[in-house]
Structure formats: structure tokens, C-alpha cells
């Protein structure tokens, strides 16, 4: 069966690694044309090698999403490249692991809101006029911490709930547009995000703090992720936890509360 994503050109942000990595060869599997974003063009080249292997067009452009220009420059590159966008999914990230009165400084709030919010936010503010022309799709790869607060989180809670808001709000907006955004909130999924995770002060782990063995593969959470793009789904909560943590946010806050903090605690 022909996918509705065939020849449709997307642009994949993080698409080095992790969650972006996998999405990239699954979309290649629908025949998209993928432009690959990301700062490592080696690891971006590698990704474009196995892209094609499938069969898939697709376009190498290093990116900084932190750098609005090089955002615009992006979306250009594109559409010179295809003529059009289809689909926009804002996945480049950064996570953090430490609690604020740990940390030595609020650096890590700007350096994550920079990364996890302006940098949706650049994408798609140059992005949109053209995703109208084909009533495209925008994903925005949030969190579960975009839904509720999750301690040693604060900074990337912070970031990911504006990514949630701005994109309940810009829906709205787009709505007569037909331009659709899915909002996609994992919990943990293996990747090698963890190991990037700042500590307090500002540098990376190095390792994951996380039972690696106990939670969703990025291969796993990419699939849900294509599938809910194509069904141009409003919201994706990836797995059970995250689906009655967000009941009981509503209905038992201090309960999830708890909840919270046993998972960090646990460290699964």
C-alpha cells in the first residue's frame, strides 16, 4: 500500500542521533525526501548513506537551530532543493539532570530554552508559509515534561512546556490553514540524549543515569511517532505512565507529584 508520506518532503531537526536517527529511517521506509539537520555533518553523511540505501532522496544540511538564519537557511535550502514542505518535526533537544540548588549559575535555562524552545520556534516561524501551500504537518517532539513538572528537570520542564503552549496556541491559529501540529510527549527513550544531559554545572554526564534496559528504544518511538504524523494527531503520549500521569495531573496533582518524584528517584 502506497503511504500517505510518499514524495512528501520533510525536514527532521536532531536528525543525527537518538529519536531524529530514527525517524529519518523510518520516513525513508515511506519514501519521503528527508532533509537531515543536525551540527555533525559526519554523523549526518553516515545518516544520508543508509537514508538513500532505502531508496529515499534526501538533502544534508548542518544546521544550529539556536542560529535563526541558519534556520531560514534550512527551510530555503529546501525548498530550492524540492520545491516544497510537507512536514516540519522540530526534534533537536537537550535534557538536564540536576536540581536548581545544585546548579551554580542559571545558565542552563537560557541554554536550554535557546535549544528546546527558540529553536522550534525559529524552524517554524520560517517554515509555515510554505507548509500552508501544502497543508503540511508540523511535529513538535516535546516531553512528558512538557506536561507536568518532574524534578532535577526544571530547566527542560521549563522549555518543553513552552514548546507545548506554543504549539496548543499556533493550532489554533493554523487552523483554517490546514496546516496540522501533532505534539509528541515520550517519556525516557534510549538515546544518547542522557548521556548529553547537563549536570549542574552545565557539562555533560558523559553516562546515562537512567536502567537503560527498562525503557522505550528510539526505533520504537519513532514508529509511533510517523504513525501519529500520518494521522495528524493532536497529541502523542508514548507510553501508560505518561497517559495516567496526565489524568491524575488533572484529578490527584499531589499524587502525581509523588509519582514523579519515585521515578527520578528510581532513575526509570
Same mark, same amino acid.
Given at each position: 500500500? %502506497?503511504?500517505?508520506?510518499?514524495?512528501?518532503?520533510?525536514?527532521?531537526?536532531?536528525?543525527?542521533?537518538?529519536?531524529?536517527?530514527?525517524?529519518?529511517?523510518?520516513?525513508?521506509?515511506?519514501?519521503? %525526501?528527508?532533509?537531515?539537520?543536525?551540527?555533525?555533518?559526519?554523523?549526518?553523511?553516515?545518516?544520508?548513506?543508509?537514508?538513500?540505501? &532505502?531508496?529515499?532522496?534526501?538533502?544534508?544540511?548542518?544546521?544550529?537551530?539556536?542560529?535563526? @538564519?541558519?534556520? &531560514?537557511?534550512?527551510?530555503?535550502?529546501?525548498?530550492?532543493?524540492?520545491? @516544497?514542505?510537507?512536514?516540519?518535526?522540530?526534534?533537536?533537544?537537550?535534557?538536564?539532570?540536576?536540581?536548581?540548588?545544585?546548579?551554580?549559575?542559571?545558565?542552563?535555562?537560557?541554554?536550554?530554552?535557546?535549544?528546546?524552545?527558540? $529553536?522550534?520556534?525559529?524552524?517554524?516561524?520560517?517554515?509555515?508559509?510554505?507548509? &500552508? @501551500?501544502?497543508?503540511?504537518?508540523?511535529?513538535?517532539?516535546?516531553?512528558?515534561?512538557?506536561?507536568?513538572?518532574?524534578?532535577?528537570?526544571?530547566?527542560?520542564?521549563?522549555?518543553?512546556?513552552?514548546?507545548?503552549?506554543?504549539?496548543?496556541?499556533?493550532?489554533?491559529?493554523?487552523?483554517?490553514? $490546514?496546516?496540522?501540529?501533532?505534539?509528541?510527549?515520550?517519556?525516557?527513550?534510549?538515546?544518547?540524549?542522557?548521556?548529553?544531559?547537563?549536570?549542574?554545572?552545565?557539562?555533560?554526564?558523559?553516562?546515562?543515569?537512567?536502567?537503560?534496559?527498562?525503557?522505550?528504544?528510539?526505533?520504537?518511538?519513532?514508529?509511533?511517532?510517523?504513525?501519529?504524523?500520518?494521522?495528524?494527531?493532536?497529541?502523542?503520549?508514548?507510553?501508560?505512565?505518561?497517559?495516567?500521569?496526565?489524568?491524575?495531573?488533572?484529578?490527584?496533582?499531589?499524587?502525581?507529584?509523588?509519582?514523579?518524584?519515585?521515578?527520578?528517584?528510581?532513575? %526509570?
Amino acid at each position: 500500500m %502506497k503511504s500517505e508520506l510518499k514524495d512528501k518532503v520533510v525536514i527532521v531537526t536532531g536528525a543525527s542521533e537518538g529519536i531524529g536517527r530514527a525517524l529519518c529511517l523510518v520516513l525513508a521506509e515511506h519514501g519521503t %525526501k528527508i532533509v537531515l539537520a543536525a551540527r555533525n555533518e559526519e554523523r549526518l553523511i553516515e545518516l544520508q548513506k543508509e537514508v538513500e540505501a &532505502k531508496g529515499s532522496q534526501s538533502l544534508v544540511v548542518v544546521t544550529d537551530v539556536t542560529d535563526e @538564519q541558519a534556520c &531560514k537557511r534550512l527551510v530555503e535550502k529546501t525548498v530550492a532543493e524540492f520545491g @516544497q514542505l510537507d512536514m516540519l518535526v522540530n526534534n533537536a533537544g537537550q535534557t538536564m539532570w540536576t536540581t536548581m540548588e545544585e546548579m551554580t549559575d542559571t545558565s542552563i535555562f537560557e541554554r536550554l530554552m535557546r535549544l528546546n524552545f527558540f $529553536g522550534t520556534l525559529y524552524c517554524t516561524f520560517h517554515a509555515v508559509s510554505h507548509l &500552508k @501551500q501544502t497543508q503540511g504537518r508540523i511535529v513538535m517532539v516535546s516531553s512528558v515534561a512538557g506536561i507536568t513538572g518532574i524534578p532535577s528537570r526544571t530547566a527542560y520542564c521549563a522549555s518543553k512546556y513552552a514548546v507545548t503552549g506554543f504549539s496548543e496556541s499556533l493550532r489554533i491559529e493554523l487552523k483554517q490553514s $490546514g496546516v496540522s501540529i501533532t505534539i509528541v510527549a515520550p517519556e525516557f527513550v534510549l538515546s544518547e540524549m542522557h548521556r548529553r544531559a547537563l549536570d549542574h554545572r552545565g557539562k555533560p554526564l558523559g553516562e546515562s543515569p537512567l536502567q537503560e534496559d527498562r525503557i522505550m528504544t528510539a526505533d520504537e518511538c519513532a514508529g509511533l511517532i510517523v504513525d501519529a504524523a500520518i494521522k495528524r494527531r493532536r497529541l502523542l503520549l508514548t507510553g501508560l505512565r505518561s497517559k495516567i500521569g496526565r489524568f491524575l495531573k488533572l484529578f490527584a496533582p499531589e499524587l502525581m507529584d509523588r509519582m514523579a518524584a519515585k521515578v527520578i528517584q528510581d532513575k %526509570k
